[in-house]
């Protein structure tokens, strides 16, 4: 296919074919160059304020990371904000009393982040408009790094943040410094599950089940089928390469119809913080991601579910199986 017809897809499917094509290769610093590409394509999002609010008026979120933010930062420490967006994070970092902060971001929003300093009278936080892969210095006490996406790992941060990780002193630390991702079967009456059928007076029910599509949904109605299990735990100091993944059985302990899994994820900010999406604590503008089967199943206590998912295209997406026996 020659490139000038690519040049029309929708910029979802450049994502996709870029990721695709960046997976069959697998080298760090071609997953790298890959997410550059898409960083850059995604930066009119990311300069958008009402992405920002979202963010910004999550206050579970917000209230998370000022306490672990004043827990991390010590007296005089050097901190790094990777994708500081409004520079919220480096704000709170300077405010926990660092001595100098950097917020390294590659859209056009560090403006607002530039703006609120000089408003609101900091003089040791600096902004830098760059890509976080051409940052050099200075070395960092404490490595911020919210890049935690909708799909939780779908903005690159296992990767982003091994980027950022020799700018890190000795003895230093990462924030989130783990990430622990949940799976958990679920029946679940909502989630758009019985949506294909009489719409407006169409009959769409030739559909038949529900899309098997990873979507992000508020999950805090659905009933869980058995206890869930941990799919995944990246120390983000430490991560490792090549894809997570988990396969596991549960033991269904009621009787229930199966729709699908449900993934959240607890990511410990620092010693005392843990910031979580489970769906049955107060809500995150990250919800859930619900992995629906495409059907309904019904289950019986006892019955053994297997189940694996495990991310694919460089992390931006998950890839799931279920069958009983
Ligand atoms: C989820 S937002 C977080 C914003 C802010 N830290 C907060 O907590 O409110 C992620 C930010 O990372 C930036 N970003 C993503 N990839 C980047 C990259 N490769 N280099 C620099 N900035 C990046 C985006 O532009 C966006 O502003």
Not at 80 to 95: H, K, N, Q, Y
């Given at each position: 296919?020659?490139?000038?017809?690519?040049?029309?897809?929708?910029?979802?499917?450049?994502?996709?074919?870029?990721?695709?094509?960046?997976?069959?290769?697998?080298?760090?610093?071609?997953?790298?160059?890959?997410?550059?590409?898409?960083?850059?394509?995604?930066?009119?999002?990311?300069?958008?304020?009402?992405?920002?609010?979202?963010?910004?008026?999550d206050e579970v979120r917000m209230?998370?990371?000022?306490?672990?933010?004043?827990?991390?930062?010590?007296?005089?420490?050097?901190?790094?904000?990777?994708?500081?967006?409004?520079?919220?994070?480096?704000?709170?970092?300077?405010?926990?009393?660092?001595?100098?902060?950097?917020?390294?971001?590659?859209?056009?929003?560090?403006?607002?982040?530039?703006?609120?300093?000089?408003?609101?009278g900091f003089k040791n936080v600096?902004?830098?408009?760059?890509?976080?892969?051409?940052?050099?210095?200075?070395?960092?006490?404490?490595?911020?790094?919210?890049?935690?996406?909708?799909?939780?790992?779908?903005?690159?941060?296992?990767?982003?943040?091994?980027?950022?990780?020799?700018?890190?002193?000795?003895?230093?630390?990462?924030?989130?410094?783990?990430?622990?991702?949940?799976?958990?079967?679920?029946?679940?009456?909502?989630?758009?599950?019985?949506?294909?059928?009489?719409?407006?007076?169409?009959?769409?029910?030739?559909?038949?089940?529900?899309?098997?599509?990873?979507?992000?949904?508020?999950?805090?109605?659905?009933?869980?089928?058995?206890?869930?299990?941990?799919?995944?735990?990246?120390?983000?100091?430490?991560?490792?390469?090549?894809?997570?993944?988990?396969?596991?059985?549960?033991?269904?302990?009621?009787?229930?119809?199966?729709?699908?899994?449900?993934?959240?994820?607890?990511?410990?900010?620092?010693e005392g913080v843990t910031l979580?999406?489970?769906?049955?604590?107060?809500?995150?503008?990250?919800?859930?991601?619900?992995?629906?089967?495409?059907?309904?199943?019904?289950?019986?206590?006892?019955?053994?579910?297997?189940?694996?998912?495990?991310?694919?295209?460089?992390?931006?997406?998950?890839?799931?199986?279920?069958?009983?026996?």
């Amino acid at each position: 296919m020659r490139l000038s017809s690519l040049i029309g897809l929708p910029r979802i499917l450049w994502r996709d074919l870029i990721m695709f094509l960046s997976d069959a290769t697998m080298s760090f610093d071609d997953v790298m160059a890959a997410y550059f590409f898409v960083d850059t394509a995604y930066q009119h999002t990311w300069s958008k304020l009402e992405v920002h609010r979202t963010l910004l008026k999550d206050e579970v979120r917000m209230q998370a990371f000022e306490k672990a933010i004043g827990e991390a930062v010590k007296p005089g420490a050097t901190v790094i904000d990777v994708g500081t967006g409004t520079g919220i994070l480096a704000f709170m970092a300077a405010r926990a009393g660092a001595g100098k902060v950097v917020g390294v971001d590659s859209a056009s929003i560090i403006e607002v982040a530039r703006k609120a300093a000089q408003r609101n009278g900091f003089k040791n936080v600096e902004f830098v408009r760059a890509d976080l892969r051409d940052v050099y210095g200075p070395k960092a006490d404490l490595i911020i790094c919210e890049l935690i996406g909708m799909f939780i790992t779908d903005e690159g941060i296992t990767y982003k943040m091994a980027k950022m990780l020799p700018l890190l002193k000795e003895g230093g630390k990462v924030m989130p410094e783990r990430l622990d991702i949940y799976v958990v079967p679920v029946e679940s009456k909502d989630a758009g599950l019985g949506f294909w059928g009489d719409i407006h007076g169409i009959d769409y029910s030739a559909v038949g089940r529900v899309p098997r599509e990873m979507r992000n949904y508020d999950m805090s109605a659905a009933r869980f089928l058995s206890p869930p299990q941990k799919a995944a735990a990246v120390e983000l100091a430490n991560p490792e390469k090549g894809g997570l993944g988990f396969e596991g059985v549960f033991e269904i302990s009621s009787d229930g119809e199966f729709h699908g899994c449900v993934m959240y994820f607890e990511a410990k900010l620092s010693e005392g913080v843990t910031l979580s999406t489970d769906p049955r604590k107060p809500q995150t503008h990250w919800k859930q991601v619900f992995l629906p089967s495409g059907g309904r199943m019904a289950l019986k206590r006892g019955d053994r579910l297997k189940v694996s998912v495990k991310s694919a295209l460089n992390d931006t997406k998950w890839l799931w199986k279920y069958s009983v026996g």
